[in-house]
Structure formats: structure tokens, C-alpha cells
């Protein structure tokens, strides 16, 4: 991810660092995107709270202890995570709370995730992020439990399939992305977005919800 969004600065006019880089002037940071690991998650946040920096991750296989510093880090500087931040998911999440909201039989509900063999973390954390929205949409008829399947195969960048079955049929929804820069563009212009908001938490909906 680093390599597509240092691809990506050219775009948006923003000059790209290596935090850690012994020559770094804190005064040329305007914010730290991580797409590391859980243990590089722990570096750039604490470096963020050090020097009163927006941080946003997306970084997932994030465990309790990740999210204990969120908490730390969010009463003295904004802080961003999310699993996913393709403006195409964000949209396959609105048609699909459409779709629940617009049927009248219940409907059994399967996620398949797809990614690359290095991917670590499974399911990912996108898939989760999208069970967790559809347990929570009031109103819509899932037959509980949901069922996510994860398969890592080749060079896949990510593929996110929801399948809707009830006696009536089966309906599809399926989000592919082709390349890293969906990802590196959205990560972006959140960054470019949070520069100038408040201490606090924020989701990649909230940004979306201003940029829309």
C-alpha cells in the first residue's frame, strides 16, 4: 500500500515521507496514513500522540489492546480507521441496506471474501466491517447467523461478494477491486479531509458523508 499511495501524491498534490526518517521535519507532517501491521500500528500512533499528529489506519487484525490506544489517542488528536476505504464498498453498502429494506421474506446471508495468498489477516477486515453493518440495519430481515467464507488465492487485490437467498430467488452484490489505488486515492482524500477536523474518532463514513 505504501508504494500505491506515494503512486497516488502526484495526483492529489501531496509530498509523501517516511515518518521514521532520522531527517524528518515534524513541521512538514500534516498527517500519518498507516497501512502497516498490528505491530506497525502500535508505532505510527503512539508517534501520532507524541507529536500531536491526525493519524488514519487502515490496518486490520487489529486486537483490544490497538483499540485501547484509539481511545488513548482520540482525546488529544483525530484518529481515522477503516478496514476499507474504496468509495465503491461504501456504495455496495448503501444498495445493499436498499435491497434489506425493500423485502418482505427473510433471506439467508453469505459473505465469500477473496485476497492474495500474503494476505494475514482472515476473514478480512472488510468482510467484518460489512457483517457487522448488516446485523445492525434496523428493519431488515437476515436470517441470522451470517455465514463468511475466505479464500486466498493468487494476486487478488479483493474481491467482497454478499449473497441474498430466500424462496423467492437469489440476489448477488459483489465489490472487485482491480488495483491497490482505489484504496491509496481514498485514504487520501480522507487524509487531506481530517487535516482540519477536531479531536476525536472518525469512520471513513463520516467522511464520506461530508465529501458526498
Known amino acids: 500500500m505504501g508504494k500505491a499511495i506515494q503512486a497516488q501524491c502526484m495526483q492529489f498534490d501531496v509530498e509523501v515521507f517516511d515518518f521514521q526518517a532520522k531527517a524528518i ?8 496514513i ?16 507524541e507529536n500531536k499528529l491526525p493519524f488514519i489506519s487502515g490496518t486490520t487484525g487489529l486486537a483490544e489492546k490497538h483499540l485501547e490506544l484509539v481511545g488513548t489517542a482520540k482525546k488529544t488528536i483525530p484518529v481515522l480507521l477503516a478496514s476499507n476505504m474504496s468509495i465503491g464498498i461504501a456504495n455496495l453498502k448503501s444498495s445493499i441496506e436498499q435491497y434489506l429494506l425493500s423485502i418482505s421474506n427473510p433471506s439467508k446471508c453469505k459473505i465469500i471474501e477473496i ?3 500474503n494476505k494475514k489477516d482472515s476473514p478480512s477486515g472488510t468482510a467484518i466491517e460489512i457483517k457487522s ?32 437467498e430466500n424462496e423467492e430467488g437469489v440476489t448477488t452484490f459483489e465489490h472487485i477491486a482491480n488495483s491497490r ?9 480522507a487524509a487531506k479531509w481530517i487535516h482540519s477536523k477536531e479531536i476525536g474518532e472518525y469512520s471513513f463514513g463520516d467522511f464520506l458523508n461530508k465529501k458526498l
Not at 498507516?34 to 500522540?49: A, L, M
Not at 436470517?143 to 454478499?162: A, K
Not at 491509496?184 to 482524500?189: E, F, P, V
Open 115 to 117: 485476497h492474495h495468498l
Open 25 to 32: 521535519d515534524l513541521n512538514d507532517i500534516s498527517v500519518v
Open 34 to 49: 498507516d497501512f502497516s501491521s498490528p505491530e506497525g500500528f502500535i508505532t505510527c500512533i503512539n508517534f501520532c500522540i
Open 181 to 189: 489505488n482505489v484504496f491509496a486515492r481514498g485514504s487520501l482524500q
Open 133 to 164: 453493518f448488516l446485523e445492525n440495519i434496523p428493519g431488515s430481515k437476515i436470517d441470522s447467523p451470517i455465514n463468511v467464507q475466505s479464500y486466498r488465492i493468487g494476486d487478488i487485490f479483493g474481491i467482497h461478494r454478499i449473497i441474498f
